[in-house]
């Protein structure tokens, strides 16, 4: 009955009071209030296509090259940030894309800031003080820079385009006899 009564606690009507299993004051978390539209799927795109137009605009206005294996450590450090603020704002607004089709559509973005992260860490490993300026063909073991080669620049989806799934087994017709 305590337990019911503690997690049902409001203060101030923003705060959320979760038990702790310290003995000492509760802690407040603040919930991410997530915008419940009724054409989430349109909303969806349409933040998405923003999301990457942003993106777009940031990297020309600081004159940083569209492929992460022409990019230097430097300008890495400066997509990830600037990929880290532009994600964490969109999750703020929409969440994390829980539903598949919403997965498919933000891959892109999300397999380009792992791709970023790969790459800072390959160059991290190496003597920080010599490569500020040297471009990440450089530095990066083969394997990651076979998929940052692989992926494809983000692309503005247009209303007619179907986003199709893109899977291991996509490009291989198979028929049932």
């Not at 019911?4 to 606690?9: G, K, L, P, V």
């Not at 909303?43 to 600081?62: G, I, M, S, T």
């Not at 791709?115 to 500020?132: D, E, M, Q, T, W």
Request: aromatic share 6%; net charge positive.
């Amino acid at each position: 009955e305590q337990d019911i009564e503690r997690w049902s606690n409001r203060d101030n009507d923003d705060k959320v009071i979760y038990p702790t299993k310290s003995k000492g004051s509760p802690q407040y978390r603040y919930p991410i209030q997530v915008s419940q539209e009724t054409n989430k799927s349109g909303n969806l795109e349409d933040a998405y296509n923003d999301l990457v137009q942003k993106l777009v605009e940031k990297r020309a206005a600081a004159k940083r090259p569209e492929r992460l294996i022409d990019m230097t450590f430097a300008e890495l450090e400066a997509e990830k940030l600037l990929m880290q603020r532009t994600l964490l704002n969109f999750e703020s607004t929409y969440g994390r894309p829980t539903e598949r089709k919403d997965r498919i559509l933000l891959r892109p973005v999300y397999d380009r800031y792992r791709c970023v992260k790969r790459l800072l860490a390959a160059g991290a490993s190496h003597n920080r003080g010599s490569i500020p300026f040297t471009p990440a063909h450089t530095f990066a073991p083969p394997d990651i820079l076979e998929s940052a080669e692989s992926l494809s620049p983000l692309k503005i989806h247009t209303p007619n385009s179907a986003i199709k799934p893109i899977t291991p087994h996509s490009d291989v017709n198979v028929s049932i006899v």
